[in-house]
């Protein structure tokens, strides 16, 4: 199966928005084992649109479209759909029913504009969007499939995992199998180069993709039954596993956070948090999954030194070592674990940036960890980034260095 992805949206070619649903749906389409040969971004124009609909339809068996499926007069998926096929948009009563009891459940009036999100022609199958309101189009004429989705991402990935997968199962005969080893605490090109004795195998393969919050190793196989692919991954899996260690630290959707949340409820421990160069994101990020918010008592954002000493981390600690040092962050993770009477204290403390701070660099971080076991600690090399970057990256190497501390992982191994 050929397959072409369809991009609609003025914002898009204006450089207003960037196009990660077509980078989602491609990495995707590859693990299901259909071939993508073409990707285009179009205008909100109808004859446009219909254009590069006429182009992808002789040269591609599959078209993903997303975008376009709004209510508003520039929102044309539906209408390029209609005119390049010469069939008559409908409105179905079904749909606008629904339509209409999901705007009245919120108590909010639905504009009459929206009914046309409600219509179908006769060769599309609706794929429902329980997040949203607009519905996407499964449409089948002449061997040929096109999927149109919202272009909003939440809504489009839920309808393509839950609505337009499984229709595509007979398509891809179910021969492909993908696993994604997550892997933090080392860069790119230092897994590609441990990895270098498997990159050059056929079946299964093996790429690495730079994410925001890791390194991601994608083994993808194919063979006869699903079962046979998984087996086939597995055996590699395993040795990836080898080579990697303990840098591997989930699958799949996996995160740092989740991971942590995990082990913290084995372990039915608790977490508390004091930190200073990430302005409250780490007590944010470690509570965007459930299993962390369970376990996690609480966090203080201590930017001032007045708070910081407020909170129980010495006078004497920050006039002698500074407040941007191992030392403080120490204080601090024991303070933070005396105050709210948890299992673990994490405290940290940096330089943001751009500036440099007590005549050190930005990016510079400082981590500790005090539980049990005694106190663990881990830091930064300096500048790395805009300020954002800096505070991401101190995110992960505490989260990590935390993952690392409750697995057993010593430091230096």
Same mark, same amino acid.
């Given at each position: ?26 990495? /995707? ?196 039954? /699903? ?63 459930? /299993?962390? /918010? ?120």
């Amino acid at each position: 199966m050929r397959a072409e992805i369809l991009s609609c949206g003025t914002e898009l070619l204006l450089g207003h928005i960037t196009d990660t649903n077509a980078t989602y749906l491609a990495q /995707s389409l590859s693990a299901l084992g259909i071939d993508l040969y073409f990707v285009s971004q179009v205008g909100d124009n109808q004859k446009r649109i219909v254009e590069t609909l006429k182009r992808a339809w002789e040269r591609s068996d599959l078209i993903i479209m997303t975008g376009g499926l709004g209510p508003t007069e520039d929102d044309l998926a539906r209408e390029s759909i209609s005119a390049l096929l010469g069939e008559k948009m409908q409105v179905d009563p079904t749909l606008e029913n629904e339509l209409r009891n999901h705007f009245s459940s919120r108590q909010v009036r639905m504009p009459e504009r929206n009914v046309k999100q409600a219509t179908l022609i006769p060769s599309a199958r609706v794929l429902p969007n329980p997040v949203g309101t607009a519905p996407g189009w499964w449409v089948e004429k002449d061997n040929h499939i096109i999927v149109a989705m919202p272009g909003v991402p939440r809504e489009m990935y839920r309808m393509w995992e839950q609505e337009a997968i499984p229709r595509l199962k007979p398509y891809t005969g179910g021969l492909i199998f993908t696993r994604i080893l997550r892997v933090s605490g080392l860069g790119e090109s230092a897994v590609e180069e441990q990895l270098d004795s498997l990159l050059h195998s056929n079946n299964p393969t093996i790429a690495t993709y730079a994410k925001s919050d890791a390194i991601d190793v994608r083994i993808t196989a194919k063979a006869d039954t /699903s079962a046979e692919a998984e087996k086939q991954v597995s055996e590699m899996e395993v040795q990836v596993r080898q080579i990697l260690g303990h840098h591997v630290f989930g699958t799949n959707k996996e995160t740092l956070q989740s991971v942590v949340g995990s082990l913290l409820q084995a372990r039915n421990q608790s977490l508390a948090v004091m930190e200073s160069l990430t302005g409250g994101l780490l007590s944010s990020t470690i509570t965007d999954v459930p /299993s962390s /918010s369970k376990h996690f008592i609480g966090g203080v954002v201590a930017y001032s030194i007045k708070v910081k000493e407020q909170m129980g981390v010495p006078h004497d600690t920050i006039e002698r070592y500074g407040a941007v040092s191992e030392e403080t962050a120490r204080a601090m993770a024991h303070a933070i674990r005396e105050y709210f009477g948890a299992v673990f204290g994490v405290g940290i403390t940096g330089v943001a940036g751009p500036d440099k701070q007590e005549g050190k660099a930005a990016g510079t971080i400082h981590i500790a960890i005090e539980g049990p076991e005694g106190v663990v600690t881990g830091m930064g090399p300096g500048w790395r980034g805009g300020r954002a970057d800096n505070k991401r990256f101190a995110i992960l190497s505490t989260l990590n260095l935390l993952r690392l501390h409750l697995e057993g992982v010593k430091k230096g191994e």
